[in-house]
């Protein structure tokens, strides 16, 4: 079974000004589809021999795979700023557990953003719930996604994903997206469980 590309929840220009529809039908058409299209090629050639360039091909596996399973969670914890998800009350139980962890929410975006300004290269910063560890902020690298715990929302650190806005302003991006996060996705996602937060994934696989 091949996988495929999830369509998006919204129209590509339905989270400006805070994210260009430029950058939208780029980054999904263009982006998504590539690590889709490379995760076809790299699981056709495993399955054809499995023991032929092994290493290249799970890796190329791996980061493709990573790269579609974090950009599929990331179109879903986004909203356009007019819609009600994309308030903090749409998320209130969330909210109260990120208050009580970092002592606010301004306290919270500014530990996020902080963790979003310092991550080198490219990569990703999510905030996850762990069972036992409970609320963390954490980053990946690359396209490596969450492998324990659930992802309750994700932010997209590459340069695809603001360069052609944002120029170097990563800054602007990182307090820009606040905007658009979709908070009711996030409610849903931390009071559920991980296999809960990879439902829709599953769908385009």
């Given amino acids: 079974m091949a996988y495929t590309l999830p369509p998006l929840p919204y129209a590509y220009n339905a989270l400006e000004p805070h994210i260009s529809a430029q950058i939208m039908e780029l980054h999904h058409s263009k982006h998504h589809q590539t690590y889709v299209t490379n995760l076809n090629k790299a699981t056709e050639a495993y399955n054809a021999n499995p023991l032929q360039n092994r290493i290249a091909v799970l890796a190329a596996i791996n980061f493709n795979g990573g790269g579609h399973i974090n950009h599929s969670l990331f179109w879903e914890n986004l909203t356009p700023a007019t819609s009600p998800a994309a308030k903090p009350d749409s998320a209130p139980k ?112």
């Fill in 94 to 205: 969330l909210v109260a557990e990120i208050t009580k962890i970092w002592g606010g929410l301004d306290k919270f975006k500014a530990a996020f953003n902080a963790s979003l300004l310092g991550i080198t290269g490219s990569g990703w910063g999510w905030l996850v719930k762990d069972e036992t560890t409970g609320l963390s902020i954490v980053t990946t690298k690359d396209q490596d996604p969450v492998t324990k715990g659930v992802p309750v929302f994700g932010v997209d650190m590459w340069e695809h994903a603001y360069y052609l806005q944002y120029l170097n302003g990563k800054a602007a991006y990182v307090e820009n997206i606040w905007n658009v996060i979709n908070w009711k996705t996030a409610e849903d996602r931390f009071l559920g469980s991980r296999e809960d937060a990879f439902k829709a994934l599953k769908a385009a696989l």
